[in-house]
C-alpha cells in the first residue's frame, strides 16, 4: 500500500488528475498494490477565498509523502507568478527536487511535426536543473533616486544613454543566475547514471560562449562528472544550437542535461516534437526526499469543466511516479496502454478524437489491466 498526496489545483487540473489517480489505482489493481491517496485543497480557489498560498502546515504535511501527484495551477483571476512562483516553484525549492525530469518520447501512432522521424527517432530525456540559474529569484527592480543603483547601471544610463541615472524617471531592474559546484554536480550525475541504464550518451546544454561565469562553471563540472564515466560519450551543445538539433537529428539525442531556464524552454519545443503539450510529462523529484510528479502543460482554464482536457500527459506523470516508488512494470504498462488508446483512437478533440477526459481515462484504465 503507498500512501500518495494529490494536488488537483486550478482550471482543468483536478479533472486530469481524477483520471490519473483512476489509471493508478487500475495498474495497482493489475501488479499487486494499493494506493491510499491524500487530497490537498491548494490553488487558486483556496488563495481567493482564505489568502493562502502555500501554508507552513501544507508543507509540512505533504513532507510526510514520498510523491506528490500535482494537476496544474494557474488562474485568470490571480496575478500571473503568484500561483506559479508560490506554490508550483515553491514546492520544487522547499522539498529541493532537484531534478526535473521530461522524457521526449514520440509513442507509437503519434504524429510529429517533424517530417519523416518516428518513435525509433525521438526517444531522449531532458534531466532539467531544478533549484538554480535564473529560478533562485535574486534580483531587484528600482528607480534612479533609490540608493541601491550600482555604479555599473549608472553607467550604462549615462553613457549608453545620456540620461541622469539619480532622476526618479529612470529605472533599472536585473536578476542574476546562480549556479553551484555541487547543485550542478548533483544534476549531471543523475544524468549520467541515468545514461548509464540507457543508450550511454549525456549532452550537455549551456551558453558557456557568452553567459561565461555560471555555465563556465557548469562546464567544469561537466567536465569533472564526465571523467568518472569512462563508458559514457559527452558532448556539449549551446542552447540555441541544441535547439536546432532537437529539430532536425533528435535521433542524436539519450540524456540531455541542462540549468534550469534552458530546460524550461527546451522542454517546451521537445513536447511538440513528441506530439504536443497534452503528451508531455514531468517529475520533479528529490531522490531522498518527497517528489512530485506532473504533466508540464497548465492549467488551460478557458477548458475548466468542459471534460475536453487530455488527460494523457498527467496519467504518464502517474506512470512516472509508479515507476518512481518501485513499481516500474506498473508505470510501463500505463505507457503501453497510453499507446493502445491512441491506436484505437480513444482519445480526446485534440488529438482527433471525440472522448471526453473521462472516457479517455476509462479506457485507458481498463486497458492497463489486460
Ligand atoms: C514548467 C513551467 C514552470 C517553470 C512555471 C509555471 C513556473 O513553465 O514547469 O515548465 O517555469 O518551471
Ligand atoms: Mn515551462
Redesign the pocket.
Known amino acids: 500500500m503507498y500512501r500518495i498526496a494529490s494536488i488537483g489545483g486550478d482550471g482543468i487540473g483536478p479533472e486530469i488528475i481524477t483520471e490519473g489517480k483512476k489509471v493508478v489505482e487500475a495498474a495497482g489493481d493489475a501488479y499487486g498494490f494499493g494506493v491510499a491517496w491524500e487530497d490537498f485543497d491548494i490553488g487558486a480557489e483556496r488563495y481567493l477565498s482564505t489568502g493562502d498560498v502555500l501554508t507552513e502546515e501544507d508543507l509540512s504535511e505533504l513532507a510526510k509523502f514520498r510523491a506528490i501527484y500535482f494537476g496544474a495551477i ?1 488562474d485568470d483571476r490571480v496575478k500571473p507568478g503568484i500561483l ?2 508560490g506554490i ?2 515553491r514546492l520544487r525549492f522547499h522539498f529541493d527536487q532537484y531534478i ?1 525530469l521530461r522524457p521526449i518520447r514520440l509513442l507509437h501512432g503519434v504524429s510529429t511535426p517533424l517530417a519523416g522521424k518516428s518513435p525509433d527517432d525521438i526517444d531522449f530525456v531532458v534531466v532539467r536543473e531544478n533549484t538554480e540559474d535564473f ?1 533562485v529569484g535574486i534580483g531587484s527592480r528600482f528607480t534612479g533616486h533609490e540608493k541601491k543603483t550600482l555604479d555599473v547601471f549608472r553607467e550604462m544610463y549615462q553613457v549608453r544613454f545620456g540620461l541622469d541615472v539619480e532622476s526618479d524617471a529612470e529605472e533599472i531592474a536585473y536578476q542574476i543566475g546562480v549556479i553551484t559546484r555541487e547543485g550542478a554536480r548533483r544534476a549531471i550525475k543523475y544524468s549520467f547514471d541515468l545514461a548509464g541504464k540507457r543508450r550511454k550518451k549525456v549532452t550537455s546544454v549551456d551558453k558557456a560562449n557568452v553567459l561565461s561565469e555560471v555555465y563556465g562553471l557548469w562546464r567544469d563540472v561537466f567536465t569533472g562528472v564526465a571523467s568518472e564515466y569512462p563508458g559514457i560519450q559527452t558532448e556539449f551543445n549551446f542552447v540555441d544550437a541544441v535547439t536546432m538539433w532537437f529539430v532536425k537529428n533528435p535521433e542524436w539525442f539519450d540524456v540531455v542535461v541542462t540549468p534550469n531556464m534552458f530546460g ?1 524552454i527546451i ?2 519545443l521537445g513536447a511538440m516534437i513528441q506530439g504536443g503539450m497534452g503528451l508531455a510529462p ?1 517529475g520533479n523529484i528529490n531522490p531522498s526526499g518527497t517528489s512530485m510528479f ?1 504533466p ?1 502543460h ?1 492549467s488551460a482554464p478557458k477548458y475548466k469543466g468542459m471534460g475536453v482536457a487530455n488527460p494523457f500527459a498527467t496519467i504518464w506523470a502517474g506512470a512516472m511516479m509508479l515507476e518512481h516508488i518501485g513499481e516500474p512494470a506498473a508505470g510501463a504498462a500505463i505507457v503501453s496502454a497510453i499507446e493502445r488508446a491512441i491506436a484505437e483512437k480513444k482519445v480526446t478533440r485534440d488529438m482527433g478524437g471525440s472522448l471526453s477526459t473521462s472516457e479517455v481515462g476509462d479506457f485507458v484504465a481498463s486497458a492497463v489491466k489486460k
Open positions: 494557474g506559479e512562483k508550483l516553484l526535473n529560478y524550461d522542454t517546451d514531468g506532473e508540464i497548465g
